[in-house]
């Protein structure tokens, strides 16, 4: 079974600029999640989408990210215009309907300067 | 206000020791609680999970363990390997209104050295 797919790994842009993460869950999982993760910190979930539909976005710092998951399957993640805080790794993990586990990515590393 | 605390946050041990990391949490309604393995610049991968019912569970050298009266966990390693070397994170999640949703700590930070 193919794990969660998280696109670029790597990513370094300077303030003021726009970048987007992309998401590939796992087939079949339903519920998918994008988590910031700061160094030294545990993740913070920032979005959860059931299917294409969002159940929790209340972290989500909404004047600068926003999320979509249009057709249910994977996911993009925006940042316009980014923040020196904003670097961190940026988790997306997926959970099969009526599942207790989820299923990380290997993250994408965004270092803004 | 759901909130999960670890300690230590990092922790340095000798290869072969064991070591134990301890999770509280005041998450309510609970429904279970998982142990994630992290290793750096990896997504996090669960190593166990503990329900409420569930005192210990093992998996292979690790080992959790869970007090629900006094809502508190722990991961014990034995015979730690220098691949031990990650961050561990407890991760609390509640089942509320139908909607599940995971409270994660921020980890303890362990390093084994040779």
């Known amino acids: 079974e193919a794990g969660v797919a998280q696109s670029p790994r790597y990513k370094i842009i300077e303030k003021r600029q726009s970048v987007a993460f992309w998401c590939n869950p796992i087939s079949g999982h339903a519920t998918l999640y994008w988590y910031q993760q700061i160094l030294g910190q545990g993740p913070k979930l920032l979005i959860q989408?059931?299917?294409?539909?969002?159940?929790?976005d209340s972290q989500l710092p909404k004047d600068r990210f926003s999320a979509e998951r249009l057709k249910g399957v994977d996911s993009t993640l925006k940042i316009q215009p980014a923040k020196l805080e904003d670097s961190a790794v940026y988790l997306c993990?997926?959970?099969?309907?009526?599942?207790?586990?989820?299923?990380f990515g290997q993250g994408t590393r965004l270092t803004v300067v | 206000k759901n909130q999960v605390e670890q300690s230590p946050q990092s922790l340095i041990i000798l290869e072969g020791k064991n070591c134990t990391l301890q999770c509280n949490y005041t998450v309510s309604p609970f429904s279970n609680l998982r142990w994630y393995k992290q290793d750096t610049g990896r997504g996090p991968v669960s190593l166990t999970i503990m329900t409420f019912s569930e005192n210990t569970k093992s998996n292979g050298r690790y080992t959790a363990t869970l007090d629900a009266d006094t809502k508190q966990s722990s991961l014990h390693i034995t015979a730690s390997q220098l691949s031990d070397s990650a961050s561990y994170i407890c991760v609390v999640s509640t089942m509320d209104t139908g909607r599940r949703a995971l409270t994660f700590g921020s980890g303890t930070r362990l390093q084994v050295q040779p």
């Open positions: 989408f059931q299917n294409n539909g969002v159940v929790d």
């Open positions: 993990a997926s959970r099969g309907q009526g599942a207790t586990e989820a299923f």
